[in-house]
């Protein structure tokens, strides 16, 4: 599946880095969760020095080809941005962060030295955005780490719960290999609580263990029928649909089918992520139902805005009663709206309002 958003040329890139106004108490970084340096990666590239310019950026993040593709931008550095008190478009850090990432792994800018493992042993359960950022930073600073994976392949979320359109996984898996050339260990196929546990850890010498098992599981909606044929759950939906574009799962196994009508309930970004998913898995016809108006939707506005041009209906203020049903199977989502209760008609509801830790 071909990326949506396409990276800058180089000339692009520098200009873009250009606009950078270098503030002397720079609000992007205040709006970026890991206070990243981004006046200074930004001149680095608007002088041509890339790897300068990702050596800044490495120094506090381990993922920055992935971060530049799916932080929530707007929300964090790039709403925080001064331009836009300017009513101007603010800087595109992103877009900026990606293209650094990319360009130096395809032309291998720096040289990855492993570090001498002198500080202790450590054990890293999961293999998603917490574990992989933790091990970065581990094996970095001299520890042994060991991260292990229930799944055939790593990557957790950045794998299986975000579109190819959005990250494609020969990116998530370009970064694995860059920990793997660090040092770090990868043991796949390992359940903790099964196959491993704190004291079987503990007697194979590790010295601490962190757990990065994210929120794998989605939430229940809470009404009748939710457990109904043809009610679906997002993250396994969006796992299966991942699946089937590796060519390793039937088409037949995707809770989506041609000509299926949809209904996903939830508006972040993972409703986005199913929405869209839904429709180039051939559903003809894909309506969101979100139980509050747009002003309090959690998508990033570029997720909606790609959603509607996919041709995405939206329903605001359709509060779920219901799972509709007939004969057992799911026939559409009864909601209550401030005209009454209404019936969405859907073959598949999809549930996508949160998850949990498994």
């Known amino acids: 599946m071909e990326e949506e958003v396409p990276s800058y040329t180089l000339s692009e890139a520098i200009a873009e880095a250009k606009r950078c106004l270098k503030c002397k108490v720079p609000q992007c970084r205040t709006g970026c969760p890991i206070e ?9 590239l608007s002088q041509g020095n890339i ?9 506090r993040s381990n993922l920055p080809a992935v971060c530049g593709r799916v932080c929530p931008h707007e929300n964090q550095c790039e709403g ?4 836009n008190k300017a009513k101007k478009p603010p800087i595109n850090i992103g ?10 792994a395809d032309y291998q800018l720096t040289k990855l030295k492993k570090v001498l493992k002198t500080q202790g042993k450590v054990a890293v359960i999961g293999s998603g955005p917490a574990g992989i950022a933790c091990a970065g930073d581990l094996i970095k600073k001299g520890y ?30 370009r970064e694995m290999e860059r920990l793997q050339t660090l040092g770090v260990t990868f043991e796949t196929g390992v359940t903790y609580g099964k196959d491993i546990s ?7 010498g ?3 263990v962190f757990w990065g098992i994210g929120a794998g599981v989605t939430k229940k909606v809470g009404v009748p029928g939710e457990d109904a044929p043809g009610a679906v759950e997002a993250l396994d939906f969006l796992h299966k649909a991942r699946e089937f574009e590796e060519g390793t799962l039937e088409r037949s196994a995707v809770p989506v089918s041609d000509g299926d009508t949809v209904v996903v309930i939830g508006a972040g970004n993972v409703a986005m992520d199913a929405c869209r998913m839904a429709v180039r898995m051939g559903a003809k016809h894909v309506i969101d139902c979100y139980r509050r108006t747009i002003e309090f939707m959690r998508a990033a506005h570029a997720e909606y ?23 057992g199977k799911v026939c559409g989502l009864r909601a209550k709206t401030p005209e009454g209760e209404v019936v969405v008609p859907a073959n598949k509801v999809i549930a996508a309002i949160g998850s949990g830790p498994d």
């Open 198 to 204: 704190l004291e079987s850890l503990k007697a194979d």
């Open 95 to 104: 877009r900026i962060e990606r293209f650094i990432a990319d360009f130096e």
């Open 305 to 327: 805005d790609g959603a509607v041009k996919d041709g995405v209906e939206f329903r605001w203020e359709h509060v779920p009663v219901a799972f509709e049903l007939k004969n």
């Open 80 to 83: 925080h941005c001064i331009m």
């Open 206 to 208: 590790y010295d601490a």
């Open 51 to 59: 790897g300068e310019a990702y050596s800044i950026i490495t120094l």
């Open 36 to 44: 990243n340096d981004i006046p200074a990666f930004n001149a680095a």
């Open 144 to 173: 042994e780490v060991t991260v292990f994976e229930r799944d055939k392949d790593l990557g957790g979320v950045l794998m299986f719960g975000i579109p190819a359109f959005r990250l494609p996984k020969s990116v998530v898996r």
